[in-house]
T-cell receptor
Framework: QQQVKQSPQSLIVQKGGISIINCAYE??????FPWYQQFPGKGPALLIAIRPDVSEKKEGRFTISFNKSAKQFSLHIMDSQPGDSATYFC????????????FGAGTRLAVHP | DTGVSQDPRHKITKRGQNVTFRCDPI?????LYWYRQTLGQGPEFLTYFQNEAQLEKSRLLSDRFSAERPKGSFSTLEIQRTEQGDSAMYLC?????????FGQGTRLTVV
């Protein structure tokens, strides 16, 4: 019940394309869903986050779509750039993010020029 | 730099030795978390503090691991009698209003 399942494991996108990463969860107590971006040798950096009272949140080229009934959420990266090449992690937490984060296994994104 | 700071960035130790890592959170953040990340995996929760109180410990945190946060400021994570399986990136994060910000991590290699 604590797991967050993330797919795909790896993704190759052409420059300018849309990158889509999906996550699913089981624990209905989760109420905060952030996405983190991690470059090699660095710590994860918070990218964007959503709470279940909205179905979509957009920040620049990054959009989270959230489907509460399906217990799924996804990250869309529009106009993907080579600089977006990194590992992306979805996560979930209960009590609005104040509790521990449960992370997915990660998606390695490569954006080819 | 006002981000989460971790020291050292890299540590190589021999099996059986003790190691200690330090984390300095963002100054006004009252919650501090430790995670462990192995290659190709997402971070796994180890423990967290609210101010100086340690509120939760994962079952991953064996009795060889101990964490402290004296006075609710910086935190230390000590691993006693290190094993090769302890080799990982140890990440610290701090938060104030639910958003967690991570440090650069300490890469531990046990040889």
């Amino acid at each position: 019940q604590q797991q967050v399942k993330q797919s795909p494991q790896s993704l190759i996108v052409q420059k300018g394309g849309i990158s889509i990463i999906n996550c699913a969860y089981e624990n209905t107590a989760f109420d905060y869903f952030p996405w983190y971006q991690q470059f090699p040798g660095k710590g994860p950096a918070l990218l964007i986050a959503i709470r279940p009272d909205v179905s979509e949140k957009k920040e620049g080229r990054f959009t989270i779509s959230f489907n509460k009934s399906a217990k799924q959420f996804s990250l869309h990266i529009m106009d993907s750039q080579p600089g977006d090449s990194a590992t992306y992690f979805c996560a979930a937490s209960a009590t609005g993010g104040y509790n521990k984060l449960i992370f997915g296994a990660g998606t390695r994104l490569a954006v080819h020029p | 730099d006002t981000g989460v700071s971790q020291d050292p960035r890299h540590k190589i130790t021999k099996r059986g030795q003790n190691v200690t890592f330090r984390c300095d959170p963002i100054s006004e953040h009252n919650r501090l978390y430790w995670y462990r990340q192995t290659l190709g995996q997402g971070p796994e929760f180890l423990t967290y503090f609210q101010n100086e109180a340690q509120l939760e410990k994962s079952r991953l945190l064996s009795d060889r691991f101990s964490a402290e946060r004296p006075k609710g400021s910086f935190s230390t994570l000590e691993i006693q009698r290190t094993e090769q399986g302890d080799s990982a990136m140890y990440l610290c994060a701090s938060s104030l209003a639910g958003q967690a910000f991570f440090g650069q991590g300490t890469r531990l290699t046990v040889v």
